[in-house]
């Protein structure tokens, strides 16, 4: 093992509360210290937080604040297909967007968090003028095996594709363990009704976190599978690729090593404004330990973006230093894929990876 690096360390003091629907935490840096309100447990609150933070204490600035990145002209045209809301009932915008062409024009869904109805349907003849169709479960008729209720629902990135003579619908959702599931749900036309398989497709895979700091009786935490996408060929053999999704997994132990051994921020960061974000997540980990799953990602999310920006000092130095290789591995987020059987209601074979962000580029 490599003598760890001598740098200076920076240190922040965190003391947070809750307050209503959201936090209140308290900072202090040096002789600097200031008090910030999250108005509630959602992205957007916590980058609002996060981009005060910067402001204050020169810690990273979050990518969806940051300046829009320059890019060479396009060379075909594009428009936003979505400005505003236009239903009620839609409470969280139009997130994980996946569109289907028909016969009959073009059809909509979409991720909806916590919202009592999940996965809004919008119906279009011309791309332009969108219609709210319902949504793939109403309120009361989602999966028996998802978690439901406001802050504990996740409902994430569907996608609709025609597989026979039927509409399949994939998605993920939180399990009542916390751990997260694809699902699978079919229907006659897009517009519904629709019906869950009854069970999940696919759950994440146990992942082996002893000695990374969590409880030491409790070793095993499922990975995250996300992000899945129903391919159909040209014989109509259907194929499910999802993603494993470690971003719950890394993020936090990666904060408690830096905490352990401050001393490695230097190695790991090269700009000051990463190596105060790296910091601070280490000042705030004991506290994001203790909250929900959504609460605990949007809490490490800068330290996240800090990383995988220095992704070659980060894997470079804890590779020298002998520490922490199954955090190394939790980064790797592969990209799976696995024949789906013809009814639908499981998978066949084994998965193969497809693709894993294991390389430089």
């Not at 869950?196 to 409790?218: C, M, R, S």
């Amino acid at each position: 093992m490599a003598e760890l690096p001598t740098v200076e360390t920076l240190s922040f003091s965190v003391d947070t509360r809750a307050t209503g629907d959201g936090f209140r935490i308290d900072v202090r840096y040096g002789d600097n210290s200031a008090s910030f309100a999250v108005e509630s447990a959602t992205q957007q609150a916590f980058s609002a937080f996060y981009s005060e933070l910067s402001a204050a204490f020169g810690t990273r600035v979050p990518h969806v604040h940051a300046a829009a990145a320059e890019h060479p002209p396009m060379a075909f045209p594009w428009r936003p297909l979505l400005t505003e809301n236009v239903h009620p009932k839609i409470l969280v915008g139009y997130g994980d967007p996946a569109v289907l062409k028909t016969d009959d024009g073009w059809w909509l869904v979409a991720t909806s968090n916590d919202a009592p109805d999940a996965f809004p349907l919008l119906h279009s003849a011309d791309l332009d003028h969108w219609e709210p169709r319902g949504f793939v479960f109403p309120s009361g008729s989602e999966p028996h095996w998802a978690a439901k209720g406001r802050d504990v629902a996740d409902f994430w990135a569907p996608e609709m594709a025609k597989a026979g003579d039927e509409y399949w619908t994939v998605f993920t959702a939180r399990q009542a363990t916390n751990a997260l599931a694809i699902g699978l749900a079919r229907a006659s036309t897009p517009a519904g009704p629709w019906e869950d398989n009854g069970a999940p497709l696919i759950t994440g895979k146990p992942v082996d976190t002893t000695g990374l700091g969590f409880d030491a009786g409790q070793p095993q935490m499922s990975g995250g599978v996300i992000d899945s996408h129903l391919f159909v060929d040209a014989d109509g053999e259907r194929y499910l690729f999802w993603k494993d999704d470690t971003n719950s997994i890394w993020p936090r132990p990666l904060a408690m090593l830096l905490r352990r051994h401050p001393e490695l921020i230097g190695a790991l960061f090269a700009t000051e404004a990463d190596r105060r974000t790296a910091a601070f997540a280490a000042a705030i980990v004991p506290w994001a330990n203790a909250q929900r799953p959504m609460v605990r990602f949007f809490t490490m999310q800068p330290l996240i973006e800090a990383a995988l920006d220095n992704w070659n000092q980060v894997r470079a130095a804890l590779v020298e230093f002998g520490l922490a290789g199954t955090i190394l591995e939790a980064m790797t987020t592969p990209i799976r894929a696995q024949r789906v059987a013809d009814d639908g209601r499981s998978l066949l074979g084994d998965d193969k990876i497809v693709l894993c962000n294991d390389l430089d580029w």
